[in-house]
């Protein structure tokens, strides 16, 4: 079965060092996931993620625009593969770029959209907060994250923090999407399954988990735990890592019923 898996970092992210464990050269996704996917098309995607050129622009706008970039970059790559099914995996506040990407497609401005929208059968949240009443903690804890990593502009960080209610229409709206495809007995389209991973332990100098469980979880949809904090939940070293092991098992069980499904894919 022919798909693609697209992976997508969060805030403060890297296409392949979020993807990358310590004391390793070269990701996960390049060293372990061919051989346990031989089938897959994995596309690591990466995008300018620095929190403080992210909120120069209050808000709304600037997820949005990286929304879009990555539809129209996606949809250039499947130029020749309309129709191949794709699986998103995401870290963080990428969970919410991919949610608003999807949003998007539902009011498509051409073809490749709807394609995009159509073929997607499944995202693996890592990290994600899905509680609107937890996005100020969230905020609070990258702000509190980037200031021990960098000297950010304390202002600009500010804006993260003041557009969690915008961040929550973002959630709030794709589940709302999602659930009416899946409740949409005549539409054509396949339901989107959703899966949430949940960091198990707290980074340190904030003694407590960035994403919190009760946040992390999506209501009515089952989820797993990687022994990890939010920065390392995504970094294996081993075929045998738990969370590697836990997330691998997801990907297949989603690919193995679409096999069972009969989709062919172009």
């Known amino acids: ?23 390793e050269t070269e990701p996960w996704l390049k060293t372990l996931l061919p051989k346990d996917l031989p089938t897959a098309r994995i596309i690591t995607y990466g995008y300018d ?12 706008n600037t997820i949005r625009e990286h929304a879009k970039t990555l539809i129209n970059d ?16 995401v870290h963080s506040l990428g969970g919410l770029v991919i949610q608003e990407a999807l949003q998007i ?33 969230f905020a609070t804890a990258v702000i509190n994250i980037v ?43 396949r339901p989107i399954e959703l899966h949430a991973f949940i960091e198990e332990q707290p980074v340190d100098f904030l003694k407590r988990r960035v994403v919190e469980p009760d ?22 070293s081993t075929a045998s890592d738990l969370g590697y092991q836990r997330l691998l098992n997801r990907l297949k069980r989603w690919i193995g019923d679409e096999i069972k499904d ?3 894919s172009l």
């Open 1 to 23: 079965m022919l798909l693609s898996v697209v992976f997508l970092h969060g805030l403060t992210g890297h296409r392949e060092k979020t993807w990358t464990a310590e004391g």
């Open 49 to 60: 993620a620095d929190v403080l050129h992210l909120t120069r622009v209050a808000g709304q």
């Open 74 to 89: 996606l949809s250039a790559l499947r130029t020749d593969t309309v129709g191949r099914p794709i699986i998103f995996v």
């Open 105 to 137: 497609c539902t009011n498509p401005n051409d073809e490749a959209q709807s394609d995009l929208l159509s073929s997607t059968r499944g995202v693996a949240f890592l990290g994600t907060p899905h509680a609107g009443s937890d996005l100020e903690k």
């Open 147 to 189: 200031r021990i990593a960098k000297n950010p502009n304390k202002k600009l960080l500010g804006v993260l923090r003041r557009n969690s209610e915008i961040l929550a229409n973002i959630k709030d709206g794709f589940l709302t999407m999602v659930m009416r495809r899946l409740q949409d007995r005549q539409n054509s389209l």
């Open 215 to 236: 946040s992390a979880k999506i209501p009515g949809y089952n989820y797993d735990t990687i022994p990890a904090n939010h920065m390392n939940m995504t970094k294996f």
């Open 262 to 264: 009969g989709t062919e």
